[in-house]
C-alpha cells in the first residue's frame, strides 16, 4: 500500500461504500452449483506462480487493496483503456508488479478452460481468492473468502487517491473509516506489509533531509537508517528496493509489528503506528500475540473484500480481465 494519495469526501464514502443488496449476494458458496472447482482451480495457479517468482504472493495480495479502496472490489484495476486513462498507469498504481496482474490473468484463463466455469467467474471474485491464497500459502491465516461480485465497467486515472507513505494516523484513519473500516481494521491490514517490497522512492525522504535540522527521520532505528542508505544512496538506481519486513520478508507472521517496536518500519506510514500513542498499543498486541493480528486481519479482509460490490444490475462478468465486455 506504497505510493498512495489521500482524498476524503463525503462522495467518496457514499460511493463506495456497498448498499446492502450488494453484499448480500457474497457468501463462500456462491459458485457451488456454477464453478465448484473455482478456488481450487486459482489456488493452483498461485502455487504455481509462487514457484517461479517470490514477487508473485505479495504482488497479488497487493492488488485487491488498489482494486477495492479505489472503486469497490470491481476489479477496475485491471482494465485496460485504450487512451491510457486507467487505473493501473496513475502514478500510485504504476509501482503495481507485473506478476500480480499476470496471475489473475492465467487464473481466469485456467477457470475458462474448464466449460462449466467459462464466463462464469469474475475478475472482482480472483482477485479477492488470489489475495487469501498469497497469504495462505505464505504462511498466514487460512479463512473462507466471500464470493459473488461483479466486474465494474470504468476505470480513470482520476479515481485512484489512496494513502501516502507519508501519511500520519489522522489521515490513514480518515482514509480507511471513509470507507468503513476501523483502526484496528487498517493496523491489521496494513500488516500485509510482512511480505513484499518497495523502492526507494517511497522512503527516500526519511533518510536525507528528513525536516530542518533533522538529517533523517529519528524514528528509524540507527543501525536500520545505516542499511537503508547504502541500499538507498542519494542518487539511488531507480531498480534499488528494501524489503518492508527486514526479518521474515517471504513469510506472513507478526514481525512486521515487532519491527515497528525497534524502530524498522520502511514506510514513515508504517512507523507512525508505533510511533503514535494512539495506535501503539494495538501494535504491541500484535506484535506478542500472533494469532490476535491473524484473527484481525481475517475480520478486516473481509470487511474490505465488501466495499463497492457490484450486482448484475451494475456491473458484469468480464470475458477478458482487461476489457469491459
Not at 464453478?35 to 514477487?55: A, L, W, Y
Not at 500488516?191 to 524514528?219: K, M, V
Not at 503506528?273 to 475480520?299: G, W
Request: with cysteine; proline share 7%.
Amino acid at each position: 500500500m506504497e505510493n498512495f494519495h489521500v482524498l476524503l469526501s463525503f462522495f467518496l464514502l457514499s460511493f463506495i461504500i456497498s448498499p446492502p443488496t450488494a453484499t448480500a449476494q457474497l457468501r463462500p458458496n456462491y459458485y457451488a452449483n456454477i464453478c465448484p472447482n473455482v478456488e481450487s482451480i486459482v489456488r493452483g495457479v498461485v502455487i504455481q506462480k509462487m514457484q517461479q517468482t517470490p514477487i508473485a504472493a505479495p504482488a497479488a495480495l497487493r492488488l485487491i487493496f488498489h482494486d477495492c479502496l479505489v472503486r469497490g472490489c470491481d476489479a477496475s484495476v485491471m482494465i485496460i483503456s485504450p487512451n491510457g486513462d486507467d487505473e493501473w498507469r496513475s502514478p500510485e498504481d504504476m509501482t503495481l508488479k507485473p506478476d500480480g496482474f499476470d496471475v489473475i490473468l492465467k487464473a481466469k484463463a485456467a477457470l475458462d478452460s474448464n466449460p462449466r466455469c467459462r464466463n462464469k467467474v469474475s475478475c472482482a471474485d480472483i482477485i479477492v481468492i488470489a489475495a487469501r491464497d498469497a497469504v495462505v500459502l505464505s504462511g498466514g491465516p487460512s479463512y473462507q473468502v466471500e464470493l459473488g461480485r461483479y466486474d465494474g465497467r470504468i476505470s480513470r486515472t482520476s479515481s485512484v487517491h489512496l494513502p501516502l507513505p507519508t501519511a500520519n494516523l489522522d489521515q490513514l484513519n480518515a482514509m480507511f473509516g471513509a470507507v468503513g473500516l476501523s483502526q484496528i481494521d487498517m493496523i491489521a491490514l496494513s500488516g500485509a506489509h510482512t511480505i513484499g517490497a518497495a523502492g526507494c522512492p517511497s522512503f527516500i525522504n526519511r533518510l536525507y533531509n528528513y525536516a530542518p535540522n533533522r538529517p533523517s527521520d529519528p524514528s528509524l532505528n540507527p543501525g536500520f537508517l545505516f542499511q537503508l542508505q547504502r541500499t538507498c544512496p542519494r542518487f539511488f538506481n531507480p531498480a534499488a528496493f528494501a524489503f518492508l519486513d527486514q526479518s521474515t520478508p517471504s513469510r506472513f507472521d507478526n514481525a512486521y509489528f515487532q519491527n515497528l517496536q525497534r524502530g524498522m518500519g520502511l514506510l514513515g506510514s508504517d512507523q507512525v503506528l508505533y510511533t503514535d500513542p494512539r495506535s501503539r498499543n494495538t501494535v504491541n498486541l500484535f506484535a506478542a500475540n500472533q494469532q490476535a493480528f491473524f484473527n484481525a486481519f481475517v475480520t478486516a479482509m473481509t470487511k474490505l473484500g465488501r466495499i463497492g460490490v457490484k450486482t448484475a444490475a451494475n456491473g458484469e462478468i468480464r470475458r477478458d480481465c482487461g476489457f469491459p465486455n
